[in-house]
């Protein structure tokens, strides 16, 4: 499994450069990337996350929302397949927090599979 470490801000006018999660269409399925984020609000850590969104849009204009998991101020997201369905890059990827407020945007590169023909 590919593990890409950001840090995230809530406070949009710091931004955090991080490098895109990157990963190729059809490479390990389901479960092959995961993101984990750490949250910090003005560089100061988050302390009262109850939820967390993973939210993106796709280079199609597809939307994908799905929960990830909590654990303090640590945000666990794995990549579904329908992520990699369409090639591409994906500008607007952020995680919505406690229904309220979300962090600011990572991008995500999704390579195209070369498919051999048989």
Do not use: W
């Not at 809530?10 to 092959?32: A, C, H, Q, W, Y």
């Amino acid at each position: 499994m590919d593990v890409f470490r950001l840090n995230l801000e809530l406070d949009k006018t710091r931004p955090v450069i991080n490098e895109p999660v990157t990963f190729r269409r059809k490479d390990g399925g389901l479960g092959s990337t995961q993101i984990i984020a750490t949250i910090t609000d003005h560089g100061q850590t988050v302390s009262d996350i109850k939820s967390a969104v993973f939210m993106c849009i796709k280079p199609d204009y597809k939307y994908v929302r799905e929960n990830a998991s909590v654990i303090g101020n640590i945000i666990t997201y794995t990549l579904n397949n329908e992520v990699g369905t369409c090639p591409g890059i994906i500008k607007t990827a952020y995680f919505q927090i406690n229904g309220v407020v979300s962090t600011q945007n990572f991008q995500i590169n999704v390579e195209e599979a070369i498919s051999p023909i048989f």
